[in-house]
C-alpha cells in the first residue's frame, strides 16, 4: 500500500511512501484487539476502592436487642449490616486490576489496529516537521491545512519533539505519541491518524 506525502501546508508533495503489508496490511484479528484494549483499559485503573466492613465500622458492639422473639432479624450491635450505618458485606477492596497478555498477542492486536486504520482510508501521511517554538496557532494552522480541524487525531512522531508537544498540548482533540509508545487503545481511540515519514519507517518494522 502506498500514500501520498503531504507538507505542514497540506500540499501534496508529489511523494508516495509505502507502508509495510505485514503491518498495515493483514487482516484484523478483533479478538486479540478486544484483549489488548480491555488490558489497557484495566492497567489505567487506580483499585483504590475501600468499603468498610463490620469489623472496621467505629460504634458500640452492645447487642441492641435479644436473640430471639423480636420478630425480625438476628442483628447484633449497631454495626450490623442490617442498620443504617452499619459495615458492607463482601465491600470492595483494593486490588490491582492489571493482568498479562502475551508479546506477540499485542503485536497482532497493534497491528490489526493500524491496518482497521488503514482500510478506512484514515491515515494521513506528512513530512517530517517542527517547529521553531512552541505555538498553539501554528498547530492549529497545521490540522486546518489537513482539513483535521476538531477532528480526533493522533499524530505518530518518530522522536520526542518538544515544540511539537507543547504546540497541541491545549488542543482536546490532538493527541501526540512516538512510534515506539503506540498501542492499540490509541489507534482505535482517535478517529485520524497523521504519521510523519520517520515514523513510518518505525512502524513498517513492527
Known sequence: ???AVYNIK???TGR????NDE???IEPNEHVVYL???QYLANQRQGTHKAKERSEVAGSTRKLGKQKGGGGARRGDIN???LVGGGRVFGPRPRDYRFKLNKKVK???RKSALAYKAQSNQITVVEDFTFEAPKTKEFVNFTKNLKLEGVKMLLVLADQNKNVYLSARNIESANIITASQINTYKVLDNKALVLTESSVAVLNEL
Open 1 to 3: 500500500m502506498e500514500l
Open 10 to 12: 497540506g500540499e501534496d
Open 16 to 19: 508516495k511512501i509505502a507502508l
Open 23 to 25: 503491518v498495515f496490511g
Open 36 to 38: 489488548a484494549v480491555k
Open 80 to 82: 450490623s449490616p442490617l
Open 107 to 109: 503485536d497482532l492486536a
